[in-house]
């Protein structure tokens, strides 16, 4: 009896003390993860003001955020009495464990920062990479975010872009149009190269240099195949390549010249009674 009305005794005081302490932790936490929240916008402030490149800023913004983070569960793990010096101890022995067994989240993160360094490709860039195409929205420390034309939002993995083989549309100043017409076998190719020429000429999006190409390229199973090949802005390039194919098929419409498409002719062979 005279032991529980001791322990009776100590509780107020303990839940002083330990009340406190979790209370401070809390504190800490909230705290913290405040801090974490204005590293990463104090960084990205900072470097947007020296005019670098977004894919970076996005980059060490997130880093940042995530190094506040983790002093700030280390710090609140202090306040509530856990041995932060035996907690790295552990960490430090679990680290092979925990490297096996987030294989694909370490090489997402060293995929990241090699995109950082290397710049693959940047934030507004146009790409196809690992099966997909999009406009780079965001390069996180690791995934990479995707916005596609129909405005839908992929998310990939930074190991699948740095894997396979990226292809940027936005990473020079000027694009080639491809182009290939077919006309019929009647025409005269001289008249349809004028007809090209013309169009191409009088195209507003059509740059002076570098210069055109038209040119015959095959003569298939029922037309002449003509190549255009005019260069064009990058941002130009889809105005451009459909404003070209509507003019062409008028323009070609008007000079009565025929753009022939795939057909079969059939023989029908009778054969007497028997």
């Given amino acids: 009896m005279e032991n529980l009305e001791g322990l009776f005794e100590q509780v107020p005081e ?5 009340g406190m302490k979790i209370l401070l932790a809390i504190v800490i936490f909230v705290i913290g993860k405040y801090l974490s929240g204005l590293a990463k916008k104090i960084t990205c402030k900072l470097l947007l003001k020296r005019k670098v490149d977004e894919t970076v800023v996005s980059f060490v913004g997130n880093m940042a955020w995530a190094l506040v983070f983790v002093f700030t569960i280390v710090a609140t793990l202090g306040q509530i009495g856990v041995q932060t010096a035996s907690l790295v101890a552990v960490i430090g022995a679990a680290g092979l464990a925990v490297g096996l067994a987030l294989q694909g989240s370490l090489s997402n993160f060293a995929s990241g920062v090699l995109m950082v360094l290397f710049r693959p490709c940047r ?16 390069i996180t420390i690791f995934s990479t975010k995707l916005l ?10 930074n190991s699948a872009m740095m894997d396979g083989t990226i292809i940027n549309y936005s990473a020079m100043d000027t694009r080639r149009v491809d182009l290939v017409i077919g006309v019929s076998y009647d025409a005269n190719l001289a008249d349809v190269r004028k007809i090209l020429t013309q169009i191409v000429e009088n195209n507003q999006y059509v740059l002076k240099d570098p210069a055109y190409t038209i040119a015959v390229a095959e003569l298939a199973d029922s037309s002449v195949n003509f190549v255009v090949r005019p260069w064009v802005k990058g941002s130009d390039y889809w105005p451009a390549h459909f404003e070209l194919l509507e003019q062409i098929k008028i323009a070609l419409d008007e000079a009565n010249i025929g753009i022939p498409y795939p057909q079969m002719d059939l023989y029908l062979k009778e054969t007497p009674a028997a």
């Fill in 123 to 138: 934030v507004g860039d146009y790409v196809e990479a690992a099966g997909i195409a999009g406009t780079v929205n965001e």
């Fill in 14 to 18: 303990l839940v002083v003390t330990y």
């Fill in 148 to 157: 596609t034309p129909d405005n839908k939002l992929i998310i990939a993995p």
